[in-house]
């Protein structure tokens, strides 16, 4: 019996190790959005942390970068698939926390395991939270519905910017990448983009300093932002959900930061989220403004935020979402880029 007992054991740290590479190779693949963890790692996940047994299982399609599985109705297990190197949950649940104190609908955190006992990735398990995304909602929607979901996404952005922090930069506890000040946040991180970029042999030398030039250029613009508020890095309506018109969920903080609250805005422009419908930009403005508003340096500051989000995407897309993205991304950024330099003869 004994031998028995110690062969199971033997077998079943094979079928760890086999199922740890294979979901190695996958990841090293990038086709994260079409992997499906087998239902015997997620119940040994849910195991470990005294989360029960596995009664209902449905594999999400919405984690298109972080694959993402439902279980029993109630829990939400996503796994950091694609970018290993970064503490992406980790930022996340920091997130998650500080902004369910201050009553921001969002999912309770039960689970941020990073110890690659089960899977080699970081794994996040919260509250499966009601609801459709507001972008879904909007297709059927009346017009007075969407006016308010507007007004009432443009509050919930003002109450996280609320929410302040004591330095610049990322959450998770485990990063290096925390500044003292905006301007090097930015500068700081233009690097990193840039770096990833010579890397891949995507960028000449003289075109990264350019980007990282026009950052360090520009202390007189970033000089004011000496407070630190919670930014969701990715807010848009793809990442809310809503029930009968009301918003129940704020979702996907993984790239969330400590930093100018401005910076929100460039992914509201580049998600083109009110292209279409001026009157639900203005709900939105007026929602926000209730709580906050706006600097007078807001237009041009987003020439640069714009620039920060557009040369991450440049390396991104390279790796990930095919040659025509990838140079329609490098063209933006020159495109900004040029926008900025031509802006430096009103001094900024």
């Not at 926390?97 to 990073?114: A, C, L, W």
């Amino acid at each position: 019996m004994s031998f028995l007992i110690m062969l199971t054991h033997v077998m079943m740290c094979l079928l760890k190790v086999l199922t740890f590479i294979y979901y190695y190779k996958i990841m090293r693949g990038h086709a994260m959005k079409s992997m499906r963890f087998d239902i015997l790692t997620i119940q040994d996940i849910l195991e470990k942390h005294s989360l029960g047994r596995i009664d209902r299982i449905e594999y999400s399609d919405r984690g298109i970068v972080n694959p993402c599985v439902f279980i029993n109705d109630h829990y939400v297990v996503r796994v950091n698939a694609r970018d290993v190197e970064l503490p992406k949950f980790d930022n996340e649940q920091q997130a998650l926390r500080m902004m369910k104190s201050e009553g921001i609908p969002v999912p309770d955190v039960y689970v941020f395991d990073n110890s690659h006992e089960h899977l080699p990735y970081e794994i996040l398990i919260t509250s499966k939270m009601p609801g459709i995304d507001i972008w879904k909602a909007l297709e059927t929607a009346t017009d007075e519905s969407k006016i308010k979901m507007a007004y009432n996404s443009g509050v919930l952005l003002a109450k996280i910017h609320g929410i302040g922090r004591d330095e610049f930069g990322e959450l998770a506890l485990s990063s290096n990448n925390q500044y003292d000040s905006w301007q090097q946040y930015l500068v700081e991180g233009m690097k990193q983009r840039t770096n990833r970029c010579l890397k891949l042999g995507i960028l000449n030398p003289e075109e990264a300093e350019r980007y990282v030039f026009v950052y360090k250029r520009a202390t007189s613009l970033f000089s004011g932002i000496s407070t630190a508020s919670l930014v969701h890095n990715d807010y848009h309506f793809a990442n809310m959900l809503c029930v009968d018109g009301e918003i129940t969920a704020i979702l996907d903080m993984e790239w969330s930061i400590a930093g100018d609250p401005e910076f929100d805005f460039k992914s509201l422009h580049f998600k083109d989220v009110f292209t279409d419908a001026s009157e639900m930009q203005q709900a939105f403005m007026a929602g926000y403004s209730t709580l906050r508003k706006l600097s007078p340096l807001f237009d041009i500051k987003q020439l640069y935020y714009q620039l920060f989000e557009t040369v991450e995407l440049i390396s991104v897309s390279y790796l990930h979402w095919g040659e025509e993205s990838y140079q329609g991304f490098k063209a933006s950024a020159k495109s900004w880029l040029e926008q900025i330099e031509a802006s430096w003869s009103t001094g900024y």
